[in-house]
Structures are given as structure tokens and as C-alpha cells.
């Protein structure tokens, strides 16, 4: 199972928005409707910040928002604060009994 | 609150065996899919196993398929990964997370194996 595919970088000044794409296979983000999104600080474990495509777990900013568009998922982030910083991570089902979870390849959003 | 405690990582030579646990509070264990992710050095997530609630149902990725061993004893809320023939390739910093929705809900701090001789 290959990993999606995510840009190495994206960056945005305080207050503006910025969005990653996450791009995979009709065997995985376009076949379900269950992606994810995870954040990660430097030398941090993983947060959940968006599932089921668009969903946000309790205590996430509505500033993180997701989307899907056949097999290619987005998030974005809204008015740009410093705590974001970090590598974002999507994820997707892909049903196979081996390896039903795929990653992405992770991107380093900077704030400017 | 949800809480994972990972512990076992430590240095193997290749070749050798490791068991991590993880110890789970603040949710009922026995209900929940659980699983083991891992990050190399620098490098991105990477899913390794999953278990079911009662044990009955065990997945893994290729690379790990026949040397590790995902279990779970619901009795004392802790779930394990048995790693035999251990290579360099399997240094990680290893994570135990809780699904939820069809996601990773709940994360551990981590621990981390090393392989090398």
C-alpha cells in the first residue's frame, strides 16, 4: 500500500489561510469517506484534528476544516496563528484486511 | 481522560526481540479497535498493526507480517506488540493510538526502538 501523496511544505503569514491536499487511490480516499488529519508538534505525538472527511473531535479550533473531492482530500486551515506550525498528516481506510490504514506523506506547514 | 502509556522500546541488536506495551486508562479498553503506528527517525507515520476489541480479529502491515505480533490482555487494560527478527528498518519511535470513528483518536507519548549492533 502506497502512502498518499502530500506536498513537503506550505506556508502562510498570521491570519491568512492555507490548504494541503492529500491525494490518493479510488482504493482508499476515494472509495470511503473516512479521512483524516492529524497534527504533530516537534518531538509531540500525533492529534486528531479532522475524521470522516470533515468532522472535528471536540476542543479543535473551527478554524481546521476538511474536504474531499473524488480521490484527493483537503484541509484547510484558517486564519493562520503561530501555534500552528507543525506536520500535518492525513490518513484514509482502505478496507484491505492487510494494511486497511494509509498515511500520507506529511507536510511542514510554516507560519510566516 | 483518555491516557496511553507506552513502555519496552529500548536498543536490539538485529536480529533480536522486543515486547511493547501500552497501557490504557480513562475509557472502556475492551470495546475499542487499538492499534500500533510507528515514525522513523525524521520520517513520516506509518500503520503497523491493529487489534480488535476481544482479540478475536489481528491485522498487520506486509513489512511486519510473520515477525510481529499484536495481543491484548482487556483484564489489565494493556495492549502489547511482540517484535521478533527485528532489522534496522523497524527503528521508530512506536505509538499506540485508540480508533474512533474510523480515525485515530487518542495517541500515546511514544516509545522507541533502536536496531542496531
Known amino acids: 500500500q502506497s502512502a498518499l501523496t502530500q506536498p513537503p511544505s506550505a506556508s502562510g503569514s498570521p491570519g491568512q489561510s492555507v490548504t494541503i491536499s492529500c491525494t490518493g487511490t479510488g482504493s482508499d480516499i476515494g472509495g470511503y469517506n473516512y479521512v483524516s488529519w492529524y497534527q504533530q508538534h516537534p518531538g509531540k505525538a500525533p492529534k486528531l484534528m479532522i475524521y470522516?472527511?470533515?468532522k472535528r473531535p471536540s476542543g479543535v479550533p473551527d478554524r481546521f476544516s476538511g474536504s474531499k473531492s473524488g480521490n484527493t482530500a483537503s484541509l484547510t486551515v484558517s486564519g493562520l496563528q503561530a501555534e500552528d506550525e507543525a506536520d500535518y498528516y492525513c490518513?484514509?481506510?482502505?478496507?484491505?484486511?492487510?494494511?486497511?490504514?494509509?498515511f500520507g506523506t506529511g507536510t511542514k506547514v510554516t507560519v510566516l | 481522560e483518555v491516557q496511553l502509556v507506552e513502555s519496552g522500546g529500548g536498543l536490539v541488536q538485529p536480529g533480536g526481540s522486543l515486547r511493547l506495551s501500552c497501557a490504557a486508562s480513562?475509557?472502556?479498553?475492551?470495546?475499542?479497535?487499538m492499534h500500533w503506528v510507528r515514525q522513523a527517525p525524521g520520517k513520516g507515520l506509518v500503520w503497523v498493526s491493529r487489534?480488535?476489541?476481544?482479540?478475536?480479529?489481528?491485522s498487520y502491515a506486509d513489512s511486519v507480517e510473520g515477525r510481529f505480533t499484536i495481543s491484548r490482555d482487556n483484564a489489565k487494560n494493556t495492549l502489547y506488540l511482540q517484535m521478533n527478527s527485528l532489522r534496522a528498518e523497524d527503528t521508530a519511535v512506536y505509538y499506540c493510538a485508540r480508533e474512533e470513528n474510523v480515525a485515530f483518536a487518542d495517541w500515546g507519548q511514544g516509545t522507541l526502538v533502536t536496531v542496531s549492533s
Open positions: 470522516e472527511v470533515s
Open positions: 487489534i480488535n476489541g476481544d482479540g478475536s480479529s489481528r
Open positions: 480513562g475509557f472502556t479498553f475492551s470495546v475499542h479497535w
Open positions: 490518513s484514509s481506510y482502505a478496507g484491505k484486511n492487510n494494511s486497511p490504514y494509509v
